[in-house]
């Protein structure tokens, strides 16, 4: 059911969000079509998640803010667009093993690595999680940036770049920090690449 419902509501936020954001999605061809994904993006709106959801080629489980779950209706809707909740600023163990579980069962999880949008645009210190994530997981690591403005009919981009290599950081043991850095950077070269 949930899928469905998945389905079904990407057909309709597609129908609505497309056009009037004139979204355009480039670098498709490089998201894997199986297996497990860390999908990583940017954070500029609270839009981010739908328009990721959409444009992505395969369903996406996104790491949500817990106060989503705190209003029956917004919980239950969350819910069935199989997101799951994460408390924002500490060590949340529960959201933590259940990513691992997303990512074990060769499905996407989607995270934004600065935990909270940034409102001026610019990136921001990533959190340790989605190095955790990158480093306990063989997952493909997918970049992707979201180039804005979010404005009715003025261009938004979504770029997904090629997977990023984690196998020597994976095998000398490298810090969650220093991983989620080493994501963050090929964040920006897309930023940077598609401005």
Do not use: W
């Amino acid at each position: 059911m949930r899928v469905d419902f998945y389905s079904f509501a990407k057909v309709v936020v597609n129908g609505v969000l497309t056009p009037f954001y004139r979204i355009q999605t480039i670098g498709l061809e490089q998201f894997p079509n199986e297996g497990p994904v860390l999908l990583c993006a940017n954070h500029i709106s609270n839009l981010d998640s739908p328009v990721v959801g959409i444009t992505a080629p395969r369903p996406v489980r996104f790491m949500a803010k817990e106060e989503l779950f705190r209003t029956p209706l917004v919980k239950t809707l969350v819910h069935h667009l199989r997101a799951f909740p994460v408390k924002r600023g500490m060590n949340d163990r529960q959201a933590l093993r259940m990513g691992l579980e997303v990512l074990k069962q060769g499905e996407v999880l989607g995270i934004f690595p600065e935990g909270t949008r940034s409102k001026d645009g610019r990136l921001q210190k990533p959190l340790p999680g989605v190095g955790f994530f990158a480093l306990r997981t063989d997952a493909a690591v997918v970049p992707c940036a979201i180039i804005g403005p979010y404005r009715p009919l003025r261009p938004l981009k979504v770029v997904y770049g090629a997977p990023v290599d984690m196998t020597p950081l994976r095998e000398r043991k490298a810090s969650p920090e220093e991983a989620a850095d080493y994501i963050m950077d090929h964040i920006r070269q897309l930023l940077e690449q598609h401005r």
